[in-house]
């Protein structure tokens, strides 16, 4: 391995006390916080709707992604762009950092004693001083992806049951 | 395929267009020169191309093609309907070619044979002398084929020249003063940025500014849909050939004439609209237009019209489908609709000619063999409403026995920007698409219990005596229910979408918008309840609710239920010859009514935006200047009160009288009801109002205001 392919700069963010990290190459805008338009009947995963430049864009909600729960309306949106399926999508989380260069060497992999729902969403972490990034891959958080792998079904019937039990 | 390749495709495939269209008008008039020049440079462009780009089985056709065509141009040969026949079967063998070029990118070896066959056949027609009889054998042999197909096609429902779309149906021919213009105004547009930028919210300029971006915008928008409209004249240039054929197999002798070719359409809607409109003519080729001996008994000459006409009407484009047929039998749809179970007996005996004619848009009332055979219209007369629906627009249908049938599709300009009334529930924003909208009915507070009536657990409102099945959209969608129908009522959007109506009950009313549709991804699309989303003015997002999926949600059926209801509203209708009221209070206790249909809308103005000319009061309406009718002096008294904030309400009439359509403004204390009344007698004691019986009180009806408008508008002018 060469030593300049060695240096990545990644984008930190944060959902709840963790922190993550997606390569800034795979990143097309920040949008920072915006009110996330609901889309009734959709998988709890997908946080909402936003418009972008003329277009409505797909914003997937992280912390839904994590089993966390609901945080606010307002969250900062993220503009990912897929180089294979050429869909563009949001991410909404809850606070986006700086950049941070680190060393591909540092990555170390997922462990395996992660559940199956982690393996799918996280692509290993970093070791920093402040504690481990872990990094994501945006062709994996893709809307259509996460439907068709179907491990976030559950969080999709959970939300539903939750909102009869408030009715 | 290289450039160069997909070129050559697009191009000849216009030429063979032309040539097709040449080529039925050649049969019309044979002696035109011109015609046959036409059709020999197509073909001669296709041949010239094809040798240098090495399509060889392609040059031997086309150099069979033009051979004969040459013949043809130097007077050795006649045009007959053998020759016709021939040169449109060469005209299938060179696009069944560059389809396969397209699809594959080479012309294939498979199909060699046929075109020997039909390389043969040209020739024998070019064997010069009058044609012998082995010779029209041998050009019916090929024939069968192209029969079948189009037998087939003829059976099943729409299905469109599947063969000669491609490229052409993804590439656009723009003016280049289109493009050029466009262009000005993307520049104009980025100089308004930059200023934009430069400026800030508080500057002096700003206000002018925005005028700038907005015209500039109306001007980009405008530019941008001009390019994407086409003339209708190229889906119609594709159905001579197809009258033709057709004809030919039922033995029909029909003739076909156009209108309004020049009428524009986005060109995605006349994508849309391709099918069912071919559709349609089959129909009344096949089944509207009698046979030659059954015309001549009928008086009418042997020969039997299709007119298709285009032409704009109030911001839709209209295409009539008209043939001078037998007509739709009232009797045998009746007969038909009975038995099928679509209507019951004593229903059938109720309904006007123009119900009657509904009927064959039933979806039941369309398997296939059913209907030919027996009231000669409907195959698939669901499909043809169903795809024009799909894109905003509607199919109507009108027929006189023994004269012909009418088909009128009616399709919105654009699909891109739609107007649309926008709804909350939930504390959402919905965009309800305002082709679906019937009415719109408030449900106040204390009238909510009432209001609402059960069977089981369905729920129903009562509008003017017909049950209209309730949907919350809260509930439907699984949102939190703001109860806000303890607080102020609700609103009900009684909506009609694929034969379903309904009542949508929603928390509020916004502003009824022209929004632009947005794609939602695909995620949000499987939902299956969201047609697209929309920015509002506000800059909110709006999801757009795909009506007709709504009511299927919702369990709403169209049909046998929806019918029933409709025909038991006729009949009570029927029975004290009834007219809809719009019953209002005007002066103090006293009940005034305006027949329903001259009332367009109801608006809650504020005083102070009465403004006064003359002694009279005018108000602006959306660009116009309205003069207001205040029977009652409530203005007076209103503003005599020195509420400053006091809304009124002011009905919008309007009246199409001489000289064009007037609008009026009423002014009234509240509206009451809407409710069916019938007319007394005229009583001269009363001059200038007539009485009317509205739910068994007496009412004024105010007949004269027509009149009063177009006097009051003269003053104001």
Not at chain 1, 120 to 138: E, S
Not at chain 1, 147 to 165: M, N, P, R, Y
Not at chain 2, 607 to 612: G, V
């Amino acid at each position: 391995m060469q030593d300049e392919s060695d240096a990545v700069s990644l984008c930190s963010l944060f959902a709840g006390s963790e922190s993550f990290g997606i390569d800034t190459r795979k990143i097309r805008e920040v949008l920072g916080k915006r009110e996330l338009q609901r889309v009734p009947m959709a998988p709890a995963y997908i946080g909402g709707v936003v418009p972008y430049r003329g277009e409505v864009l797909t914003a997937v909600n992280f912390r839904a992604l994590l089993g966390m729960g609901e945080n606010s309306a307002v969250s900062c949106v993220l503009v990912l762009e897929d180089d294979e399926g050429g869909e563009r999508f949001g991410l909404a989380v809850d606070e986006v950092g700086g950049v941070v260069t680190v060393n591909r060497r540092m990555l170390e992999e997922n462990p395996c004693t992660l559940e199956a729902r982690g393996k799918w969403l996280f692509d290993g972490a970093y070791k920093m001083q402040t504690g481990l990034m872990v990094q994501l891959d945006p062709k994996r958080l893709r809307p259509s992806r996460l439907a068709e792998t179907g491990l976030f079904k559950q969080c999709v019937t959970g939300a539903t049951d939750a909102s009869t039990d408030r009715r | 395929m290289d450039d160069l390749t997909s070129e050559f495709i697009a191009e000849s495939q216009e030429g063979l267009d032309r040539m097709e269209r040449c080529l039925t008008e050649l049969e019309v008039r044979p002696d035109d020169g011109a015609l046959v020049g036409e059709i020999f440079r197509a073909v001669h462009t296709i041949k010239g191309t094809t040798g240098f780009l090495g399509f060889d089985r392609l040059e031997k056709l086309a150099h069979t093609g033009e051979h004969l065509l040459g013949s043809l141009r130097d007077g050795k040969l006649a045009v007959t309907s053998e020759l016709i026949s021939g040169l449109l079967s060469l005209l299938d063998g060179l696009r069944a070619i560059l389809a396969l070029i397209e699809e594959t990118g080479g012309e294939g070896t498979r199909a060699e044979d046929e075109d020997s066959a039909l390389i043969a056949e040209l020739t024998a027609l070019n064997g010069n002398a009058p044609l012998p009889v082995e010779a029209a054998d041998a050009v019916e042999m090929p024939l069968p084929e192209v029969e079948k197909a189009e037998a087939h096609a003829v059976a099943g429902p729409a299905a469109g020249a599947a063969s000669t779309m491609g490229n052409s149906d993804k590439t656009l021919r723009i003016d280049v003063d289109v493009l050029n213009r466009m262009m000005n105004l993307v520049g104009e547009l980025v100089l308004t940025r930059n200023q934009m930028l430069q400026s800030n919210m508080e500057a002096v300029n700003f206000p002018e500014l925005a005028r700038r971006l907005d015209s500039v915008t109306a001007d980009l928008r405008e530019t941008v849909m001009q390019a994407r409209m086409q003339p209708v004249g190229n889906l119609f240039g594709k159905f001579p050939r197809l009258v033709r054929d057709l004809a030919r197999t039922c033995a029909r002798d029909v003739r076909i004439e156009f209108s309004g070719q020049e009428t524009g359409l986005d060109k995605s809607l006349l994508e849309a609209i391709k099918d069912p409109l071919t559709h349609a003519v089959r129909n009344a080729v096949d089944h509207g237009i009698e046979a030659p001996h059954v015309r001549v008994l009928a008086g009418k000459p042997a020969e039997g019209c299709v007119r298709l006409r285009a032409f704009h009407q109030s911001g839709s484009v209209v295409i009539e489908v008209a043939d001078d047929g037998a007509g739709i039998g009232i009797e045998r749809v009746l007969a038909k609709a009975v038995e099928r179970n679509l209507v019951t007996a004593e229903q059938a005996a109720e309904m006007s000619e123009r119900e009657v004619l509904q009927l064959i848009f039933l979806p039941g009332f369309s398997t296939a063999a059913a209907v030919t055979n027996v009231s000669g219209r409907g195959v698939g007369m669901d499909v043809v409403r169903a795809n024009v629906e799909k894109v905003g627009g509607s199919v109507e249908v009108e027929s006189k026995m023994g004269v012909g049938t009418t088909l009128r599709l009616r399709v919105p300009l654009t699909l891109a920007i739609v107007p649309a009334l926008v709804v909350r529930s939930g504390g959402q924003s919905f965009a309800l698409p305002q082709t679906a909208l019937v009415e719109l009915v408030y449900v106040p507070r204390r009238e909510a219990e009432k209001a609402v009536e059960k069977i089981g657990a369905a729920e129903l409102y009562r509008l003017r005596e017909r049950l209209l099945p309730m949907v919350w959209l809260d509930r439907l969608l699984g949102l939190e229910s703001q109860h806000t129908a303890e607080a102020h009522g609700f609103y009900l959007a009684v909506l009609e979408a694929e034969g379903c109506r309904y009542g949508l009950v929603v928390d509020d009313l916004l502003a009824p918008e022209e929004i632009v549709v947005k794609p939602l991804s695909s995620v949000l699309r499987e939902i299956g309840l969201f047609s697209g989303a929309t920015v509002l003015g506000n800059g909110a997002l709006a999801l757009i609710l795909d009506i007709a999926a709504t009511a299927a949600r919702a369990g709403v059926k169209p049909m046998e239920e929806a019918a029933e209801g409709v025909a038991l509203v006729e009949t009570k209708i029927e029975e004290v010859e009834d007219v809809s009221f719009m019953v209002f209070e005007e002066r103090a206790k006293e009940r005034t009514a305006l027949p329903l249909d001259v009332v367009e809308r109801i608006e809650s103005v504020p005083l102070t935006q009465i403004e006064y000319a003359g002694g009279r009061a005018l108000l602006q309406y959306r660009g116009e200047l309205l003069p207001l009718c205040d029977d009652g002096n409530l203005l007076m008294e209103m503003e005599g009160g020195g509420q400053e904030d006091s809304l009124v309400t002011v009905l919008i009439c309007a009246h199409a009288g001489a000289g064009g359509r007037h609008r009026i403004g009423m002014v009234v204390r509240r509206v009451l009801d809407v409710s069916p009344g019938r007319i007394l007698e005229e009583d001269t004691s009363v001059s200038g109002m007539e009485l009317a019986l509205v739910k068994e009180k007496l009412t004024m009806v105010h007949r004269q205001f027509g009149a009063k408008a177009a006097a009051g508008w003269r003053e104001v002018a």
